[in-house]
């Protein structure tokens, strides 16, 4: 049972709230300020703290930074009356998790600890798959701050200790070969062989030979007996990339495989066991690609047995810009420079469409680096070209889509009363690109 801590000063909303979250399964704890409410969370740890921002004694934003201070780690959700909207989210910069904005209705407290409890299982389990990654290289754009992206390296968790095949889906891109290679690292593989084949970029007739091996004799300029890539990565992982165009001929051949964990060369007469982990990946909907015949169906629910669908980085905003920072810590020590992101060029970057995702992502941050020779980029560098505003006539469409934008976070931040997380919602931008939005263009 989940233990809740809550901090308020209105005995009314202490005992209603302490009603609600028992009867929701939670064992409630209450105090009605914030110096006793930090001796008791201290002293006897809970998993979730609701607080008011605004109280007698210490305020909310005052007890969170001693909680942390002292060694406190559980999820803290604040909650803030009109006005107090600043309050909470100076609380959100010293690790609240969320807050609520008061009045709220009763499922709107228990969906959101609910969120947060789930958010903390999720983080354990990729802590843990972070773990097991230390003892390797680090991996190229492994971030996480976004729920989905929470979710599938959880996934990886899970399935990584088992011998089992998975189907990694998602835009070009994405980082499928990067979590392929996130499930070997944690796997008990993870000392063998990890070997990758893009099932595009080899032409059908090489394609077996490269995959099964062949023996001398098999064909014209067979001169020699060849291991092909299962056997070279025996008690290892195998990862097929692209394997939507893996031709129609040699499907039925690694169906066999799967099922039979044997391979044959190209012109052998003899089958050779094999112990490889097969993962594969594809930008394709194998599944509508077999109802249209063009992908056995066989095969398909073969490799379907654990399926890691990677959402566009378009989906997964709050990992633009910690992958930003990676990405130019990762540069800094390429070139021998210093090299970091303000602001400006983070919400920039947050407010991209990034049709190319994390590579089209990385490759732009090396672009601005190379070009601009800067030690700190800003949003002109990544521009094409470069944006200026000193220069720029009258009526330019740069000056039209600003205030086209101021106008657009006018009319949110009064449809909800001022309310900056709100409004950030509704234009469906993260908080850190509203906060540079409303400084740039000065807005009340």
Avoid at 398 to 419: D, F, H, P, Y
């Amino acid at each position: 049972m989940k233990r809740v801590l809550i901090v308020d000063d209105e005995p009314g909303l202490r005992q209603s709230l302490g009603l609600l979250l028992s009867d929701a399964g939670y064992a409630v704890t209450a105090e009605q300020d914030g110096r006793r409410a930090l001796a008791r969370a201290i002293a006897d740890p809970f998993d979730l703290v609701l607080c008011d921002v605004r109280m007698p004694e210490m305020d909310g934003v005052t007890f969170l930074r001693n909680y942390r201070q002292q060694g406190g780690n559980a999820l803290v959700i604040v909650m803030s009356a009109y006005g107090g909207e600043d309050a909470a989210i100076a609380a959100m910069k010293e690790g609240a998790y969320d807050y609520l904005p008061k009045p709220f209705r009763p499922d709107e407290v228990v969906l959101t600890l609910r969120k947060a409890a789930e958010r903390e299982r999720l983080r354990e389990e990729v802590a843990g798959l972070r773990a097991q990654l230390a003892a390797g290289p680090a991996e190229r754009g492994l971030v996480a701050e976004s729920a989905a992206m929470r979710q599938a390296l959880a996934l990886v968790a899970r399935v990584a200790e088992h011998n089992t095949t998975v189907l990694i889906t998602g835009e070009s891109g994405t980082g499928k070969e990067v979590i392929a290679r996130a499930i070997h690292r944690a796997s008990p593989r993870a000392t063998k062989a990890f070997i990758g084949i893009n099932c595009a970029a080899i032409p059908e007739a090489l394609l077996e030979s490269e995959l099964f091996g062949h023996v001398r004799g098999a064909f014209t300029g067979a001169s020699a007996d060849k291991t092909g890539l299962f056997e070279a990565a025996n008690g290892g992982t195998l990862l097929l990339d692209e394997i939507g165009e893996l031709p129609v001929g040699l499907q039925a051949k690694l169906l066999r495989v799967l099922q039979e964990s044997e391979i044959r060369r190209v012109g052998d007469q003899k089958t050779r066991k094999v112990d490889v982990r097969v993962l594969a990946a594809t930008a394709r909907d194998l599944d509508a690609e077999s109802r249209a015949g063009r992908f056995r169906e066989d095969l398909f629910y073969r490799l379907n047995v654990v399926a890691i669908e990677l959402p566009p980085l378009r989906e997964r905003r709050e990992d633009i810009a910690p992958l930003a920072r990676l990405f130019a810590a990762r540069l800094a020590t390429r070139f021998a420079r210093p090299l970091s992101l303000n602001d400006g060029a983070l919400a920039w970057l947050e407010e991209q469409e990034w049709p190319g995702n994390v590579r089209e992502l990385e490759n732009a941050i090396e672009r601005a680096a190379v070009l601009s020779n800067k030690e700190t980029l800003d949003p002109a560098d990544f521009a094409d070209p470069p944006r200026t505003t000193h220069h720029a006539p009258v009526g330019t469409l740069s000056e039209a889509v600003e205030a086209a934008e101021r106008q657009a976070i006018s009319a949110a931040l009064a449809a909800v009363g001022g309310n900056r997380r709100e409004a950030a919602k509704s234009l469906g931008v993260s908080l850190r690109t509203l906060f540079y939005k409303i400084e740039r263009y000065g807005i009340q």
